[in-house]
T-cell receptor, first 112, second 113 residues
């Protein structure tokens, strides 16, 4: 697989703590949002999604929060584990044919 | 990655040469996408396809062309490679993870020297 040595903001958390990864999106007309995780050497992997008519959605150990007023999306990871270390991207659906536009990504580093 | 493969995985080519990257899916999905990933830019859409012979441009389409002659294959061609096209290229299929989520291939690292 492949990855890119991205010069990204980094969030460092202690193993077992909760992580909050934030994303500001650009298009107030976007109606669907996704969080992706990209591990070193791999393509991005789907984590969780949310429609714009919701403000919160929970998955297994992850929660996505959407604040449309300020165009802000966050991903909360409970009890962060070493395997959560990766680059995280938010994406928004915009335009015709349901194309996704991706944010630049944030690196999550988990300290043992 | 389930149902989607990219080839080649790595390629080094010279400036001015044509290069074709292949994306193959086994699940008959209608939508396919080509992205490039570069430091500081994240993932940017090059071209996408919404069916056989139906393609459209993304935000960074200059210097690239695509073809989709059958559902399972989506080809990305650099007609005359330039150093600015050195990147990691990802193909994706819209397979409905979640509602409209994509599954990505493992990527192709292309170096133009």
């Amino acid at each position: 697989g492949e990855s890119v040595g991205l010069h990204l903001p980094t969030l460092s958390v202690q193993e077992g703590d909760n992580s909050i990864i934030n994303c500001a999106y650009s298009n107030s007309a976007s109606d669907y949002f996704i969080w992706y995780k990209q591990e070193s050497g791999k393509g991005p992997q789907f984590i969780i999604d949310i429609r714009s008519n919701m403000d919160k959605r929970q998955g297994q150990r992850v929660t996505v929060l959407l604040n449309k007023t300020v165009k802000h999306l966050s991903l909360q990871i409970a009890a962060t584990q070493p395997g959560d270390s990766a680059v995280y991207f938010c994406a928004e659906k915009s335009g015709a044919n349901s194309k996704l536009t991706f944010g630049k990504g944030i690196t999550l580093s988990v300290r043992p | 990655d389930a149902g989607i493969t990219q080839s080649p995985r790595h390629k080094v080519t010279e400036t001015g040469t044509p290069v074709t990257l292949r994306c193959h899916q086994t699940e008959n999905h209608r939508y396919m996408y080509w992205y490039r990933q570069d430091p500081g830019h994240g993932l940017r859409l090059i071209h996408y396809s919404y069916g056989v012979k139906d393609t459209d441009k993304g935000e960074v389409s200059d210097g690239y062309s695509v073809s989709r002659s059958k559902t399972e294959d989506f080809l990305l061609t650099l007609e005359s490679a330039t150093s600015s096209q050195t990147s990691v290229y990802f193909c994706a299929i819209r397979d409905g993870q979640g509602v409209l989520g994509y599954t990505f291939g493992s990527g192709t690292r292309l170096t133009v020297v």
